[in-house]
């Protein structure tokens, strides 16, 4: 089990560790001109850094699970705004003032400045111009370079994962590198989405080189959690896939696979149990902790059955991410994945799937162990696959992760381009559920792949999906044509929240289109 000391982190950075060892340090009036003059206190930054990334994925499942083929909105007729806001998503036509956008947005950006005061402090500076960065020579702070290097490669793992999550739901979006004031930041609009993608290369590759690149048997304890070079390295090849830059992820991925240590586990069960965190597959996941400290995570109950009071979790479910039948229906009765993903609470026509991989038993609602997984050493293997393409090497990629599920080897008749590639998506989609992978699959397949298109596959969802859960439940009722209009090549991206564009008297800041 995880050990626990109370901490009061300065600037509302957060609570927690990486590591889930939280120190104590005293609340004052100091602000980030006095503070962050040592070691301690720049890695309690850090620190909250991490923990920050856990308030963005309160709102991501909503603008990724629920807009893709793998869940859909479980009371779609309710009028209760949280409810309408789901539906929206689900049925593709949110407003520019949604809130959960918007509150995605604004949760992604604040930890972006936390980590911009302290990669400031640490004398870390990025040149749009050249796309590149540098760091000063010296700081005043008392550290080895060693320790330097460190901290400023797993602050820019961060923000380069924040910034590849944004430019992929929004398109270009503001460009914020450096600490701001209120009125710099109105002098700032939005920048071009290759843009965004240079400072996610330049921060990844430099975090490839400044974090460690120990083996996974060789991490201490006090490290467990850090963001090191083969999560960088991991997230890299994951750019350059959606880059269509293959040989440059196969590079990143080859090395993964080969020297970083990281495997998979025996069985999918292992990978998320609440026992066995931080194992070998698990290069790099955002923490929660239970036990009453505000630090846990609240999915188990977010995603649990409606109204079913304790009979699956304690406090019952909200119903939330609730998972298609075409979902379920592409498990093969044997695949052990699916008891792991989701299950069936009730029976008859009162049977209702859920989401069963983040829920574990809670003491307090709200309160739960299960981490969430960024990257998984199964994503190095099928990524490999699908940035070599249709090969026998490629399947057997496949192979490796599909060993543990029962299923066996692909079958021989899987022998072409097409057939490969849809098996490729297939594997993804089981593999991943729920870990707010799909739709971001579905998106870089629309370029990177040859078959399988997102707009396509979300019209298919709504036309197996229409009779037993839309045309029921929906008041007034859209007819399926009228469904399948809204999943247009806009909407393949969010909105710019609303309220950075009227709130700005300097600039004028320009909407997606379609919104």
């Not at 649990?304 to 979790?313: R, W």
Request: glycine share 6%; hydrophobic share 40%; charged share 15%.
């Amino acid at each position: 089990m995880k050990s626990f000391q109370y901490i009061i982190i300065l600037l509302a950075l957060g609570l927690c560790s990486c590591n889930k060892i939280i120190d104590q340090l005293p609340e004052s009036n100091l602000s980030t001109v006095t503070y962050f003059k040592t070691i301690d206190e720049v890695q309690a930054g850090i620190n909250g850094c991490y923990n920050s990334l856990q308030r963005p994925l309160q709102y991501e499942w909503q603008l990724t699970e629920l807009r893709s083929d793998n869940t859909k909105m479980g009371v779609p007729a309710s009028t209760a705004s949280g409810n309408r806001d789901f539906s929206d998503l689900d049925m593709f036509i949110p407003a520019s003032t949604h809130s959960g956008i918007y509150s995605y947005w604004l949760t992604t950006y604040n930890n972006i400045k936390n980590v911009n005061i302290l990669l400031q402090r640490l004398g870390v500076t990025y040149d749009p111009a050249a796309g590149s960065l540098t760091m000063s020579p010296s700081i005043d702070i008392p550290m080895s370079d060693s320790i330097r290097k460190q901290m400023a490669g797993e602050l820019l793992f961060i923000r380069g994962y924040h910034y590849f999550n944004l430019v992929r739901l929004y398109g270009g979006v503001f460009l914020v590198h450096a600490p701001l004031t209120p009125t710099d930041a109105k002098t700032i609009n939005r920048s071009s989405v290759a843009d965004i993608y240079k400072l996610i290369e330049a921060d990844l590759k430099a975090a490839t080189t400044y974090t460690s690149q120990l083996k996974f048997s060789q991490i201490i304890a006090a490290n467990v959690g850090k963001a090191n070079a083969w999560a960088a390295k991991a997230l890299l090849a994951k750019v350059y896939l959606t880059l269509n830059r293959k040989p440059e992820a196969v590079t990143q991925l080859q090395d993964v696979i080969t020297n970083s240590g990281f495997s998979l586990q025996a069985t999918y069960a292992n990978v998320f149990s609440i026992t066995n965190e931080m194992n070998s597959e698990l290069l790099f996941t955002v923490r929660f902790k239970s036990g009453g400290l505000g630090l846990g995570s609240t999915f188990g109950n977010d995603f649990g059955p409606l109204n079913s009071g304790s009979a699956v979790i304690n406090g019952s479910g909200l119903g939330n991410n609730y998972p298609t039948n075409d979902l379920d229906t592409a498990y093969v009765a044997t695949d052990a994945r699916r008891p792991v993903s989701l299950a069936v609470y009730g029976t008859g026509t009162a049977a209702k799937l859920y989401v069963k991989k983040f829920l574990n038993p809670v003491t307090i609602s709200g309160d739960g162990e299960s981490d969430w997984p960024i990257i998984r050493y199964a994503d190095m293997l099928l990524m490999m696959a699908e940035a070599q393409g249709y090969s026998t090497t490629s399947i057997g990629y496949i192979n490796q992760v599909r060993a543990r599920t029962g299923l066996g080897n692909l079958p021989a008749t899987v022998n072409t381009v097409a057939l490969f590639e849809q098996a490729l998506s297939n594997e993804r989609r089981l593999e991943f559920a729920f870990e707010n992978q799909r739709w971001f699959d579905l998106i870089r397949f629309n370029t990177t792949l040859t078959t399988i298109t997102a707009q396509q596959t979300i019209k298919n969802h709504f036309a197996k999906e229409y009779a037993r859960h839309y045309a029921q439940y929906l008041a007034p009722t859209p007819t399926l044509a009228e469904l399948q209009s809204y999943v247009t090549d806009a909407h393949m991206i969010l909105p710019i929240p609303q309220h950075e564009i009227d709130t700005n008297t300097q600039l004028k800041i320009d909407q997606n289109p379609g919104y």
